[in-house]
């Protein structure tokens, strides 16, 4: 079939959205795809996130794509503006409501609605692929009495007002996570700015220097051939060799050791007894300290770890009874987990809805954290328990691409559709729960878990190498084609056409050595006869 007659619906303009369409011009050649964004511009999380000091806690160099690297970024961690432009750089206000496959027409019926005028639209697509964020839904603790009581200025960080203007105001953070831990150091550089941190579970944070790069640095990426690869390379080499590493009881206890003695060399003495949590580290997500626990020793900067009782409409009243006024309240209180619920909904086979298998396998579940059974041609980016410690860029990349040689027979009509069976989905799901059960993952309470103390469906718990290894390219006996006569000819023909080059390749060898061996043996012989 033509490339007109086969469609792809994205859903989500973010990086993995992004990605995904980058891919499909280049690596492809596709163009007749739609991507679906509710929000006003590209990028996602950087889109949304914009508060003071909000960067990557990755190195940039690596915290963008392998196939558009960028010479000229002015620091090693970007901040947010710089990576957003970027992403602006590669790249309709219209959401995503439903799609249902038709298994009779082989694709998808879609529903869409724009988000200024409201109007919806009903279109299909052949291939569906699920970009969708995990940090976009800013999370507000209605649990806290008394959230919509306050009368002054309060706002998620996720959300920050861009007129916003903090000078001589009282300013309560409630949450001192990565958000948290970013902007403080920022609102604090003002002395007239009284910033109260709030903090009811301490964390783990690890050094990460923000490191400038100079002129020269920038010059010489951009035009000394391989050297923005090799940069990129020991990078990727420093996060990924450490995992592969056996960790006894022994070296995670010293890890542990040295974790809380940076944090305790680099806070005043009067935090110490409340600074070192209680959770492994990695149980809960690490924070890059970029400026935060020096910014602790300023005279306009205090942490509260009384707890908060209620919000009023001129403060904040803590559990020991104690009233302090603000007039600023911030929520640095993350995000709603989007893997937890899936929001679209997408019906496949025999009625299957996404969300409902995820609620039949008692929380997010997919293969290989990409294909989801009895939903043809529909595939996740980021979903479940595809979270590495290493760059969310890399593993999108890594699904990217093997998205791209699932739907490429799709696209050119050499089959109709590839569902992922059950069966070898609940295979590779008991391995990684298995695993992830003797895990850090399982000894606290997390927003990785399906209401915080159940299902592990965030982390991926084996180095990020094992996800490629695993994702380099498709097993195909795993899925079920539909339409796949012409595909599964030219598979056996390439195949036979492999192995005659490979035997080809053997005859040419053998009769190589068969000949050598006889050179060899002359020469020996006549070297004899010489001496002789």
């Not at 964004?37 to 889109?47: L, N």
């Not at 509260?304 to 559990?319: C, H, L, Q, R, Y």
């Not at 609620?359 to 293969?367: C, H, K, N, R, V």
């Not at 190498?465 to 498709?474: D, E, H, I, Q």
């Amino acid at each position: 079939m033509s490339e007109i007659q086969r469609r792809v619906a994205i859903i989500g303009a973010g990086v993995a959205g992004l990605t995904q369409a980058i891919a499909l011009k280049t690596k492809l050649g596709f163009h007749n795809f739609t991507i679906f964004e509710k929000g006003s511009e590209v990028g996602g999380v950087w889109r949304a996130n914009t508060y003071p000091g909000c960067s990557s806690d990755l190195d940039t160099h690596w915290y963008s794509l392998s196939t558009d690297l960028y010479p000229y970024w002015n620091k090693s961690h970007g901040l947010q503006p710089e990576i957003q432009a970027y992403w602006i750089e590669l790249s309709k206000n219209i959401v995503l409501l439903s799609a249902e496959w038709d298994d009779a027409k082989q694709q998808y019926t879609i529903v869409a609605e724009d988000i200024l005028s409201g109007k919806r639209t009903t279109s299909v697509a052949h291939v569906i692929i699920s970009a969708l964020g995990i940090l976009e839904a800013p999370n507000l603790p209605y649990e806290i009495p008394g959230v919509r009581k306050f009368q002054g200025t309060a706002f998620h960080s996720a959300q920050w007002p861009g007129s916003i203007d903090l000078r001589n105001k009282r300013v309560a953070v409630i949450g001192n996570a990565s958000s948290g831990a970013q902007f403080v150091p920022s609102i604090s550089e003002d002395p007239s700015v009284e910033v109260v941190n709030f903090i009811r579970t301490p964390t783990w944070f690890m050094t990460v220097p923000h490191i400038p790069f100079s002129d020269i640095a920038k010059w010489m990426f951009a035009n000394i051939p391989l050297l923005m690869r090799l940069h990129r390379a020991w990078i990727m080499f420093r996060f990924v060799a450490p995992l592969h590493l056996p960790m006894g009881d022994t070296a995670l206890q010293k890890q542990r050791n040295a974790m809380a003695k940076y944090i305790l060399d680099n806070t005043p003495d009067r935090y110490h007894s409340h600074m070192i949590p209680d959770h492994p580290p990695g149980c809960k997500r690490t924070v890059a300290d970029s400026g935060f626990l020096q910014s602790l020793y300023r005279s306009n900067v205090t942490l509260n770890f009384d707890g908060i009782a209620e919000i009023v409409e001129n403060g904040i009243i803590t559990k020991t009874g104690k009233m302090l006024p603000f007039d600023v309240i911030v929520y640095a209180t993350g995000f709603n987990g989007k893997q937890e619920r899936y929001p679209v909904h997408v019906r496949g086979l025999n009625g299957t809805t996404v969300q409902g298998y995820y609620d039949a396998q008692g929380g997010p579940t997919a293969y290989i954290g990409t294909a989801v059974p009895d939903t043809p041609n529909f595939y996740l980016i980021n979903g479940p328990n595809t979270g590495t410690r290493t760059s969310a860029i890399f593993i999108a990349e890594v699904q990217v691409a093997y998205i791209l040689k699932l739907i490429e027979p799709v696209l050119t009509g050499s089959a109709s559709s590839f569902t992922i069976k059950a069966a070898s989905t609940d295979i590779y799901n008991a391995k990684l729960q298995e695993q992830l059960s003797r895990s850090v993952h399982v000894h606290c309470y997390s927003s990785a878990r399906t209401n915080g103390t159940d299902k592990v469906y965030y982390p991926f718990p084996w180095p990020a190498s094992v996800f490629w290894w695993f994702l380099r390219r498709p097993n195909w006996d795993h899925y079920i084609a539909v339409g796949g006569e012409k595909w599964i000819w030219a598979r056996r023909i390439k195949a036979v056409k492999k192995f005659l080059k490979c035997s080809a390749g053997l005859m040419l060898l053998w009769s190589y050595i068969g000949l050598r061996s006889k050179f060899d043996m002359t020469w020996w012989q006549a070297t004899i006869i010489n001496r002789g």
